[in-house]
């Protein structure tokens, strides 16, 4: 007949007296079964003592430390054969699944945890940007200048960042002929400041002399000076400025609506807007933008006026 030895690791926690108690009735019961057995092993080899690298695995208890016992029992002779072959199949599968775990990659490893993709250096190149043109003749302002800052700052792009420059670059042409609805065009002010400069000499030709006087005649004062001195605030209306100079009414509803800052000052580069219906930019084959499905109300016909 043959001995075996059966290590018991205790719980790593404080023992009752209960506990204490089926434990020395547990190994006296062991005893007792030992001595009674023949050709058992002698009393003296029923408790071996552990090894180090089994004392390193038992946790330290609060007051008191835990160690585990080493039972030696008797294994009959008629006992069924144990298939060493099976127990070695299964620590080899055991290792190579711990082998397969270690080596197995976690998809949270393959990102850096940036989902949304920021925009490089390159996709800020002039080479990278498209040139659209705009009809503006019977368009209306606030509508056509909407569209135009999308345009420029790359919001109708899907990898659009408001800290970058991915936009286009935008050509308005007729920009005379863009609406307005309702008393705008006589209620609607625009403010301006001179250079502030006395004596500040102006050079203009007897031609130039002529059509300016001829034109505040007609207009009736395009520029009213609200205080009389050099450097004041100039007011004018929209059909004033509209005749004098057409192509800002365009670029201050565009700029208002651009973002205040470097950024902003260089977006408003990329805006070019001319007065009739030609521009100098045809070698950039611009794209005509066409205001049609959802921009479809900035092309419709406006009110003037109340009814």
Not at 134 to 139: E, F, G, Q, V, Y
Request: charged share 25%; hydrophobic share 40%; glycine share 6%.
């Amino acid at each position: 007949m043959a001995t075996a030895q059966l290590y018991v690791e205790a719980p790593a926690k404080r023992m009752s007296l209960a506990c204490v108690a089926s434990g020395v009735l547990a190994g006296a019961a062991v005893v007792m079964v030992g001595l009674f057995i023949k050709d058992a092993a002698p009393a003296t080899q029923l408790f071996a003592v552990p090894t180090t690298a089994a004392m390193t695995r038992i946790p330290m208890a609060t007051g008191m430390q835990q160690r585990p016992s080493v039972v030696t029992y008797a294994i009959p002779d008629d006992a069924p054969p144990v298939d060493e072959a099976a127990i070695a199949e299964e620590a080899a599968e055991a290792v190579i699944e711990e082998e397969e775990e270690e080596e197995r990659v976690n998809p949270k490893d393959l990102f850096d945890g940036q989902k949304t993709y920021y925009p490089k250096l390159a996709d800020t190149q002039a080479d990278k940007k498209l040139w659209y043109a705009i009809d503006a003749t019977d368009l209306r302002l606030g509508r056509m200048a909407t569209e135009i800052a999308r345009i420029l700052r790359g919001s109708n792009k899907p990898m659009y960042h408001p800290a970058m420059d991915i936009g286009d670059y935008v050509i308005v042409y007729n920009a005379e002929k863009v609406a307005v609805s309702g008393n705008k065009r006589t209620q609607k002010l625009y403010r301006r400041h001179t250079t502030g400069r006395p004596g500040s000499m102006k050079v203009e030709t007897f031609d130039q002399l002529q059509a300016r006087e001829r034109q505040q005649e007609d207009t009736e004062a395009v520029q009213k000076d609200t205080t009389g001195r050099p450097g004041s605030m100039k007011v004018e209306t929209f059909d004033q400025l509209q005749a004098r100079v057409p192509e800002r009414i365009v670029e201050q509803a565009v700029k208002g609506m651009l973002p205040k800052g470097i950024l902003g000052r260089q977006l408003f580069r990329h805006l070019k807007v001319y007065k009739g219906p030609e521009h100098p930019h045809a070698a950039q084959n611009p794209i005509e933008f066409k205001f049609e499905g959802k921009l479809a109300k900035a092309a419709e016909p406006v009110t003037r006026g109340r009814p």
